[in-house]
């Protein structure tokens, strides 16, 4: 019988045993840390070869050139088109949901004049080649294609290269049908570290992106790690996590169920339910234990309620919000009636999922909103993926003569106060004698 970590926030040991169960250390492996050191100096110093080496060797797929492993369009507009209707409607109908959404996303440049004529402003403008890392083999996430690609699309990324893993040449029809319906501009069957260092630092086959944007195992999160500063990255993500707050009134199994949503992503993902009925959460466990043995991924959901789940009593939802806040989670659910009265008191979360009817997989999948988002506590300081992770801003400077008498006098002085005499004599050049 499954146990789940039960905590009372009336307990003098609360805050000292919540914070023990939400700490996750990921752990930096060192033999994954050396090997993915190994796999990214080699490709940075052979391209093509070192890659097809790799390729070879962990996905046992033979070629005699890169170029073998790209994919035709043509190729993914197939996977397309021989999807189950059904399948290939759920998979669009999601696409112009997401492309709706961002396209609001969308900052326009601005400048404004001052009124001795100078100018100041910003450019907006998309990168011009983006990375997109595709789980392969056992993961298959054409979700994932369509939340990182049409964000890029939307912002106007020029060209955007798909890597994707296909162990023994096993190809997803799902995700290859994503990357057309999303707009991948070229796709090649690599993975791991050996494609991230390929997108990092370019091949004579494959260019070199600006960002690298994706999920992958540990070994893709190490490259990405080592890689940035020489292309841009989304993050770094640790485990999936969701937080819900329940008034007490809502069916337990749906609670159950959105629990589970999360837990059945990995053994690390984390699930944790706050409510002030007691009894109510009791009525969670009771569902908790009647739908887990019909679960396909029954094991993995229970290790990750087993070791990560936490179901907290808090005395009132005011406290339920105050503890959400400090944990800061990836999703929150706000499961409760009048949920919308208790939005603006939400400061820290990835994604907020407002009344009974709204179930985080539902954000996965279709509604709109990007399902990259920030974890470990990271929503504290960071925001969902979107159109302006594939921006960048240039600040817009034109200085008229009379600006120039002003700002001259004002930089000079300043400079001389740093010990920087070029920098103010570069200013004082241009003022006018009087």
């Given at each position: ?53 790799y ?7 033979d ?79 054409p ?52 494609a ?34 020489t ?11 969701i ?167 004002i930089?000079?002085t ?21």
């Amino acid at each position: 019988m499954i146990t789940i970590q039960t905590l009372d926030t009336r307990s003098v040991d609360f805050q000292t045993r919540l914070d023990h169960l939400l700490a996750f250390e990921s752990g930096q492996d060192a033999s994954i840390e050396s090997a993915v050191e190994e796999i990214l100096r080699q490709v940075r110093r052979d391209g093509d070869n070192a890659v097809l080496d790799y390729t070879r060797r962990f996905d046992r797929l033979d070629a005699a050139a890169v170029s073998e492993l790209e994919l035709p369009p043509a190729r993914l507009q197939t996977a397309l088109e021989k999807l189950p209707p059904e399948q290939r409607m759920a998979l669009e109908a999601a696409a112009q949901r997401i492309r709706d959404y961002h396209q609001r996303q969308i900052v326009p440049s601005w400048s404004y004049e001052e009124a001795d004529g100078t100018l100041l402003g910003q450019q907006v403008t998309a990168l011009d080649r983006v990375g997109l890392y595709v789980p392969g083999g056992k993961a298959a996430y054409p979700s994932s294609v369509l939340m990182n690609a049409i964000p890029a699309h939307v912002a106007g990324v020029r060209e955007l290269i798909m890597v994707v893993p296909t162990p023994d040449g096993i190809q997803n029809e799902l995700v290859l049908a994503a990357a057309a319906v999303a707009g991948v501009t070229r796709v090649f069957t690599i993975g791991g570290a050996q494609a991230v260092a390929a997108l990092a630092y370019g091949t004579a086959t494959i260019p070199q992106v600006d960002k690298i944007v994706g999920p992958g195992n540990a070994y893709v999160a190490a490259a990405k790690r080592r890689v940035y500063g020489t292309v841009g990255i989304d993050m770094v993500a640790g485990p999936s996590e969701i937080l819900i707050i329940c008034d007490g009134k809502t069916d337990p199994d749906w609670i159950a169920m959105d629990l589970f949503s999360q837990a059945e992503h990995d053994e690390l993902a984390q699930s944790i339910l706050l409510c002030p009925d007691a009894a109510y959460i009791e009525q969670v466990v009771a569902s908790i234990r009647k739908l887990l043995p019909d679960m396909p991924r029954r094991t993995v959901i229970e290790t990750s309620l087993r070791d990560r789940g936490i179901l907290i009593a808090v005395r009132d939802l005011d406290e339920a919000v105050r503890i959400a806040n400090h944990i800061a989670p990836e999703h929150l659910e706000l499961s409760m009636e009048n949920a919308d009265s208790w939005v603006a008191k939400i400061r820290h979360a990835g994604a907020i999922f407002i009344g009974r009817n709204t179930c985080e997989a539902l954000g996965d999948y279709c509604a709109g909103p990007n399902h990259v988002l920030p974890t470990s506590r990271t929503a504290r300081f960071s925001s969902p993926l979107g159109v302006y992770d594939f921006q960048k801003r240039s600040s817009l400077i034109r200085v008229s003569p009379a600006g120039a008498q002003t700002l001259g006098r004002i930089a000079s002085t300043l400079a001389y106060g740093e010990g920087l005499a070029a920098h103010a004599r570069s200013a004082e050049y241009r003022l006018i004698e009087s």
